[in-house]
């Protein structure tokens, strides 16, 4: 056993995680309990641990086939915790839906013939964020921040399929004392915004319960 603190901590939650993932398993995973939006575009905006996902998933459900767009990093065995948060998910998820794991979450909304779910904004961000040279402040890393974000909000106007994302929103805390915490909040609100913009249907989950902001 490990003697790093944080190695332990991360362990204990992936350790939680992963239970609560063996509990989900044995649920009816296409039973649908969300009363909201079938079709159009639908943006699930939601603090951690809020339920947003689960509300986006049960939107989805309405539809017999759907390609999940998971856009956060691949599980690894160097982040326990991270790992079993993304066997949460997966188990949770009917095992008849397409999934497509991928930091291109543009070309993969274009290319849908099929309902998609993508989750989520926030872990897709941190990967353009980092691509582009953000928490280096490399030259003219904005200008590639705002061209990946610009394309992707352009195919969510254009999506002729169904489509539900989630994100998370971070404007309600106080301000980071980091700059790169900076960076992340004001970039994740302007994205927010902008897909909010295009979107048929806008619901914000607190605490398990469901906000229209239509």
Known sequence: MTNDPKRRLARFAADR???A???LRGLDATRNDADGPAGG???VLGGVRSGKSRYAEQLAAHHPHVTYIAA???PSDDDPEWSA????HRARRPAHWGTVETGDITAALREADRPVLI???GTWLTRVLDESGAWEQSDGWQQRVDERLGAFADA???ADVPAVAVSNEVGSGVVPAAASGRIFRDVLGALNTAVAAHSDHVRLVVAGRVLTLD
């Open 119 to 121: 989750d989520c904004l």
């Open 156 to 158: 969510w106007r254009q």
């Open 85 to 88: 948060r993304v066997a949460a």
């Open 21 to 23: 993932a063996a509990r």
């Open 72 to 74: 956060g990093m691949p």
């Open 17 to 19: 995680l992963e239970r």
């Open 41 to 43: 575009r639908t943006l």
